[in-house]
């Protein structure tokens, strides 16, 4: 497959639009399938594990997905690797493909009624290779959004990394809302609906990766391609990466409370509405994907006012009123009258979570050389959100299973607060930016 090749004079602006376009849809049907094992997870828990109350059975398949996450890491330094070694586009494309496959695994895995205990084995299997997929996806899209976006856009252009990794997110509620309220019944959802968005997942592979195989390769990484062989020795290895501690550790800090209180009030939010705040499956995805669309939509907005005035009073602000408001907030939801008191509550949190997910794809990535950059944005990133993003949801119902759920609004908000006391030491990225030095 031929790379497109382009230096910021032969890219035009149109080109540059398609490119960012190209490469988020791709990263919207990845994060898609990610998703839709979450979204799902209510109907299918009880198909993969043995009949016992509902918490319990949510556990066993947070834990799966919990597990999935420990695949991250591995696929951080593999596609990142990739990455600075051979490309960003090449990186981008083999990832969608894993993906799809593991899609396609769950979609086709037969119940534990059916072969015991290989059920939930091949359910692992899917997501350990789900894992492997997404772990590389983050850090390589983000480098390549950041890269191809101009310097005074960077942030604008980046937050559309968290545009589509949310419309991943609303595709899977989406295809929900309309399999409960217009297709199936709450029976057919519990016995075999369930498999179809993963058999959706699979399909809208093949799109992304048409579109992932007509991209521009950045500019950034051509410059870099030119370099010595002493230079290219370097490139995407571990011992290069290490020579970067403080970056390294600025990545683990600022994503240590984000990407906790992101998988909250998102991933698991709609297993709260319904375990604790009492909704039912419907209003609870309703008001998960309204809440989600607004979320979506206001990502460029934060990402425009970055570009405008820095990064660092953006994530000053998150950690702020994410220390402040958490416990409040988590409390006033979990008994909300009803559907829409819940959805202020829910959008009140995700307009403060903003002020991470819009602009830490360009933040991380402004904070490495080109020939360690994906690598260095995606490595230490899956590392954190594979220890607290991906045990969220476990943490969460562990915390319910015994009682003391408010335990867990606590250690949402010491979270946030420890990556404050990053953010306050941390210098704005905006105007020491290493995308400069390109």
């Known amino acids: ?10 890219l035009s602006t149109g080109h540059r639009i398609k490119a960012i376009v190209g490469g988020s849809i791709g990263n919207l049907v990845e994060w898609y399938d990610w998703y839709a094992y979450a979204a799902f997870a209510i109907y299918f828990s009880g198909s993969f594990f043995p009949n016992g109350n509902q918490t319990a059975q949510l556990l066993n398949t947070a834990g799966i997905f919990a597990v999935g996450f420990l695949m991250r890491p591995i696929g951080g330094w593999l596609f990142g690797t990739v990455a600075d070694k051979i490309g960003r586009k090449k990186a981008m494309t083999v990832s969608v493909l ?27 299997l899917a997501r350990l290779l789900q894992g492997l997929s ?26 559309f990394q968290y545009v589509t990794l949310i419309g991943g997110q609303l595709m899977a509620l989406g295809i929900q809302l309309v399999l409960q309220k217009f297709i199936l019944t709450e029976a057919q959802l519990h016995d075999w609906g369930w498999r179809i968005p993963f058999v959706i997942g699979a399909m809208l592979s093949v799109i992304a990766l048409y579109l992932r195989s007509s991209l521009h390769e950045t500019a950034s990484f051509e410059k870099n391609k030119l370099a010595a062989d002493e230079a290219k020795d370097k490139k995407g290895s571990i ?5 970067h501690p403080k970056a390294l550790i600025t990545v683990v800090g600022l994503t240590l409370g984000g990407t906790l209180a992101f998988y909250t009030y998102t991933t698991y939010m709609q297993k709260f509405l319904v375990n604790t705040v009492h909704l039912s499956k419907q209003e609870a995805t309703l008001i998960s994907f309204l809440s989600l669309f607004i979320f979506a939509l206001i ?23 994410g220390t402040l408001l958490t416990v409040p907030l988590l409390n006033g939801l979990s008994n909300a009258a009803g559907m829409w008191e819940a959805f202020v509550y829910l959008l009140i949190a995700l307009l403060i979570v903003s002020g991470y997910t819009s602009i830490n794809a360009v933040v991380k990535a402004e904070l490495f050389p080109t020939h360690i950059r994906a690598l260095g944005v995606g490595l230490p990133y899956a590392l954190t959100v594979a220890i607290f993003g991906g045990s969220a949801e476990y943490v969460a119902l562990l915390f319910k299973q015994n009682h003391v759920e408010h335990y867990y609004y606590w250690y949402i908000t010491g ?3 420890f990556s404050l006391v990053v953010y306050i030491f941390m210098k704005d990225t905006k105007q020491n930016s290493m995308l400069n030095k390109d």
């Open 299 to 321: 990502q460029p907005l934060f990402g425009l006012l970055s570009d405008k005035i820095g990064r660092r009073p953006l994530l000053l602000g998150f950690g702020i009123a």
């Open 1 to 10: 497959m031929e790379i497109t090749q382009s230096t910021d004079k032969e």
């Open 134 to 159: 997404v772990g590389g996806e983050y850090g390589v899209s983000a480098t390549y959004l950041s890269e191809m976006a101009t310097k005074d856009r960077r942030g604008f252009y980046s937050s």
């Open 415 to 417: 979270c946030i607060a």
């Open 239 to 243: 011992r290069e990466l290490l020579k």
């Open 98 to 124: 894993l993906m799809s496959f593991g899609s396609l695994l769950i979609a086709i895995t037969p119940t534990y009624e059916s072969v015991g205990i290989f059920a939930p084995a091949m359910l692992l």
